[in-house]
């Protein structure tokens, strides 16, 4: 049995509008902030160069090995997280009756073909956050071998080159990671809509404004800005 999808009315389609929007001006604005005011994102950058500077002279260098597989160790993990929930939400969005069963038992907005629609959005977030968890892993990876073939001699005049690679490559990898992480606090604003357009445009609303605060408002940034005792 299939779920009749029907044209979206136009509220819905403005609002749905406006999650993706919100989600391509924050994430842009999260990657290139204004000169005066840098986001976390970016002054991590400058930390990671510093990290694999620091990498070529420490000796031994299992702290380096341990720290760059804990990043794999994290990419995975929200990769098979983003795998579960996809199943899940096709496997519902595929059981007309559970859906059907699921709009009349809790106080959503609209009947069941209608839930369908609305778990589109959150299972298109999740899908684009494991292809980013996905690519960030095999960066990381990447980034090992790259700190594997810094020679042992800070001398050695490959030494600071192939560690500023390095450096590059697991920027490249965060730079992934970060936005498989802010589609899945979309995805979760986009469940808002399962309570109708006002819900997602609220949903939409707090999750930018979230990743906005922790990126330019946050304690932690405060603290990280402190580069100097």
């Known amino acids: 049995m299939t779920l009749p999808i029907g044209p979206l009315a136009p509220l819905d389609a ?25 986001s976390v994102s970016l002054i991590m950058q ?40 996809i199943g899940g ?11 059907q069963r699921l709009a009349e038992d809790l106080p959503l907005a609209g009947s069941g073909p209608d839930m369908a629609l609305r778990m589109l959005p959150v299972i298109g977030f999740l899908a684009n956050a494991l292809l980013k968890f996905v690519w960030a892993h095999r960066l990381f990876g990447y ?21 500023g690679q390095a450096a590059e490559i697991n920027i490249t990898a965060a730079k992934s990671f970060n936005r498989g992480l802010r589609s899945i606090y979309f995805a979760l604003a986009a469940l808002g809509w399962l309570l109708g357009p ?26 990280i800005l402190m580069r100097e005792p």
């Open 46 to 85: 400058d930390y990671r160069r510093d990290w694999m500077r620091t990498f070529v002279t420490r000796q031994p260098r299992i702290f380096d090995a341990t720290l760059i597989d804990s990043l794999r160790q994290g990419t995975a993990f929200f990769a098979s997280a983003c795998m579960i929930a």
């Open 143 to 163: 980034c090992s071998i790259l700190m594997a073939a810094v020679p042992n001699d800070p001398q050695d005049p490959l030494a600071f080159h192939r560690a």
């Open 89 to 99: 939400g096709v496997a519902l969005i595929g059981n007309a009756g559970a859906v």
């Open 14 to 38: 403005a609002v749905l509008g406006y999650l993706v929007l919100a989600w391509l001006l924050g994430s842009w604005l999260i990657e290139n902030p204004p000169a005066r005011r840098p």
């Open 198 to 223: 006002w819900g997602l445009v609220a949903g939409t609303t707090l999750a930018t404004a979230v990743l906005l605060r922790r990126e330019f408002a946050s304690h932690s940034r405060r603290v």
